[in-house]
């Protein structure tokens, strides 16, 4: 349907060109004089050339350097043909030169458009918003684009996911090859590279894996695909305690509720081989929405903790979604967000849900609270309800 409607307007853009050049050209040869004189004929269809270059550059279909270029072409082909007229009479067939050369440009265009401009990217959008689009064609589109504009990373990136999706990971791995070659030093493309290469290993961290999770963290300590890595490593290492850190590191990123709930799994396993039982949670926050309430489930949820009339900032943060709820989250005396200042250093807190109807961390005007406190620290802990009303 997209694909349709970009040729339809392709076609009438061509149109509307085609009658902008020929129209001129079209006059009968009894025409008054002053009517029928190649340079008023000549300044007519560049008049007529003109607009359109100014119509296609306010609809964003040329750049300001492509309107440049065909506007300079125009005026190239205007002075020659006044030239021409100028120098004799102009002969029956030399009118056309102009047309000709119109209709070549605007092939030009038009092919160029196709190949490199924005129709491609529609079809693709228009694929990826289709739940039924067929994987193998969609993947096969990517890796068109991919090739076609090395230089842009979602087609890459995308081309990488879905591989790793569906198994086919020496492919993913190729992808994400290619996309680092471009942009080494993007982590988050790193960290994803690391992970498909600790499936593709049977899920062990080998010493590639290490070294690409360790150089992630370099350059962001807090990226939680490379802290689970590293955790993963040293538990398979026998190095239970180094695990347990990197684990609570990557709780303290505020991973969405099923990724907390995974890295908690893995963190009791790692304390079980130590022999240490798990410490009780400092904080239980239960979270529900209010019965019979109708809210779209990938709807952004948060949960954050933070200090009493303190700083805005979070102490203790998750994300979730709707459908996650109801659910309740554990917080341990050594949670945090902030570098050296744990859950238990807080006095005094309160426990604030946002139903994040923007879609973004930042407090929105239709977003929906709900919240409690402050609360004293309890060394036994604390269990706080929070029902959200959409």
């Given at each position: ?168 990971l020496p492919a993913a ?147 979730l979604r709707a459908g ?67």
């Open positions: 349907m997209a694909e349709g409607a970009a040729l339809a307007g392709f076609v009438a853009l061509l149109a509307g060109a085609l009658a902008c050049v020929l129209w001129p050209l079209r006059r009968r040869a009894g025409a008054a004089p002053h009517l029928e004189t190649p340079v008023s004929a000549n300044l007519a269809a560049f008049r007529c050339r003109e607009r359109e270059l100014g119509e296609w550059l306010a609809r964003g279909e040329v750049d300001a350097v492509r309107h440049q270029i065909l506007h300079d072409e125009a005026e190239r082909l205007l002075a020659q043909d006044v030239a021409g007229g100028a120098i004799g009479a102009p002969r029956p067939g030399g009118r056309w030169l102009l047309g000709v050369a119109g209709v070549a440009v605007m092939a030009l265009a038009l092919a160029g458009y196709w190949r490199l401009g924005a129709a491609p990217d529609l079809m693709l959008r228009a694929a990826l918003a289709n739940a039924d689009s067929d994987i193998d064609a969609l993947i096969d589109q990517l890796r068109g684009r991919a090739a076609a504009r090395p230089d842009n990373a979602t087609y890459g990136l995308l081309l990488a996911r879905f591989e790793q999706q569906r198994g086919n791995l190729a992808a994400y090859e290619a996309l680092l070659e471009h942009m080494p030093e993007a982590p988050e493309v790193r960290a994803e590279y690391a992970q498909t290469l600790f499936l593709a290993t049977g899920n062990q961290v080998t010493e590639r894996v290490r070294a690409e999770a360790e150089r992630v963290l370099a350059a962001q300590p807090d990226n939680g695909v490379a802290l689970g890595l590293r955790g993963i490593g040293a538990f398979q290492q026998g190095a239970y305690a180094e695990a347990i850190a990197s684990w609570q590191q990557v709780l303290a990123t505020a991973p969405a509720a099923a990724e907390a709930e995974a890295v908690a799994s893995a963190l009791a396993a790692a304390r079980a081989r130590l022999g240490a039982a798990a410490p009780p949670p400092l904080l239980r926050v239960a979270v529900a929405l209010e019965d019979g309430a109708a809210v779209d489930p990938e709807m952004p949820v948060f949960v954050i903790v933070r200090e009493w009339q303190g700083a805005p900032q979070p102490v203790v943060a998750r994300r996650d709820l109801p659910v309740e989250l554990t917080f341990e005396t050594t949670s945090s967000l902030l570098p050296g200042r744990p859950l238990a250093s807080v006095a005094r807190y309160e426990v604030v849900a946002r139903l994040a109807r923007s879609g973004s961390p930042e407090p929105g005007a239709d977003d929906r609270e709900a919240r409690a406190g402050p609360f004293a620290q309890a060394p036994e802990g604390r269990l706080v309800q929070l029902r959200l009303e959409p």
